[in-house]
């Protein structure tokens, strides 16, 4: 494979740290042309086989596969261009602004025989798939509550009158799409569609910095809390009719999980000796698109089908602007 990264921020950085470890024949990055000293020295830092400074120039070359790591309202444009041009697309969470704008570049993709992912490293986890596989022996669901909350230094600049793209509601910005868009993956690849979704959010500004998102499955319910505006010790639990799973940490991070029956039995899982919580997706991705399997890429656009319906319902309950164009223009 050989891939672009698009943007040179956090995510795109542990991307680079963890393709090392993985059989790509070649791999660039675009970055800012005012900023081509910082890029240099990102190519030099990592192994990359060079960059570029323009999009097209990028499209234009034999790179086969684009990693799109730009803010959230970036996402819908720079890979619809990528998809059009007949390259492989892997989008940061959440995918897209809106659910139309999902829904027209898988349409893109379909037309184009390319595939398209969403990068959500919760679904590719050893830990959270042996979760997965051993669900039933809770018995019947009955409460699911996920937490990740993490206090963010851009909430002190935004409660100073500086407005970043996280806390942003026209650049689908909120504690909603940045951390509790995690919880709402795990909880739609465990169970699927909910009937019901309600958003209780804390609005400030016009963007929700924290809220309490619940999910009614008619027999169960799950509560996705996520926040930016203030922290606690995180912990997610599985409650079932024998007994409850415990994950000590957000799911996005989980290397394993404690299955505690009624009777007092406890069993454990840990992955020993983890890879990079990025290496399971990234690995999974290679494999799709070289074995061609669209099966397996129909099933996960599936899910962030519904978590794009999801989180536009809450915002929308909540008055957060999410109307946005299916044609953005480009500021990078």
């Not at 989008?91 to 025989?113: M, S």
């Not at 851009?154 to 799409?177: C, N, S, T, V, W």
């Not at 909880?187 to 963007?207: C, D, Q, S, T």
Request: glycine share 8%; aromatic share 12%.
């Amino acid at each position: 494979m050989k891939i672009g990264i698009l943007g040179t921020g956090m995510m795109a950085n542990l991307v680079m740290e963890t393709i090392k470890k993985l059989d790509f024949s070649y791999v660039t990055v675009l970055g800012r042309r005012e900023s081509e000293d910082k890029v240099k020295a990102l190519c030099r830092e990592n192994g990359l086989d060079g960059y570029f400074l323009d999009y097209d120039q990028m499209l234009d070359s034999d790179v086969d596969t684009i990693y799109v790591a730009l803010p959230n309202h970036l996402h819908y444009e720079f890979t619809r261009r990528a998809l059009t041009r007949g390259k492989h697309v892997i989008i940061e969470k959440p995918a897209t602004a809106n659910a139309e704008q999902f829904k027209d570049l898988v349409r893109t993709a379909r037309i184009k025989g390319v595939m398209l992912f969403e990068a959500m490293n919760i679904h590719y986890l050893p830990a959270y798939q042996a979760l997965k596989e051993q669900l039933w022996r809770i018995g019947n669901p009955k409460i699911v509550s996920f937490n990740y909350s993490q206090y963010s230094s851009r909430y002190d600049a935004f409660r100073d009158g500086q407005i970043l793209p996280a806390f942003d509601p026209m650049k689908a910005g909120g504690a909603l799409m940045d951390l509790n868009v995690y919880n709402i993956h795990a909880i739609v690849g465990l169970f699927g569609k909910p009937w019901e979704v309600k958003y209780e959010a804390n609005m400030e500004r016009g963007i929700d910095t924290s809220g309490v998102l619940t999910l009614d499955y008619g027999d169960f319910k799950a509560v996705a809390i996520g926040a930016k505006d203030c922290k606690a010790p995180v912990r997610c639990t599985i409650q079932g009719t024998n007994g409850c799973f415990v994950v000590p940490k957000p799911m996005s991070q989980m290397e394993g999980y404690e299955l505690q029956f009624n009777n007092g039995e406890t069993v454990g899982y840990k992955v020993e000796n983890p890879e990079n919580r990025l290496y399971y997706e990234f690995a999974e991705f290679q494999r799709i698109i070289q074995e061609n399997d669209w099966e397996k890429e129909k099933e996960l656009l599936g899910i962030s089908g519904i978590v794009s319906e999801i989180l536009e319902e809450a915002r929308i309950q909540n008055g957060i602007f999410t109307r946005f164009p299916l044609m953005l223009p480009v500021a990078f």
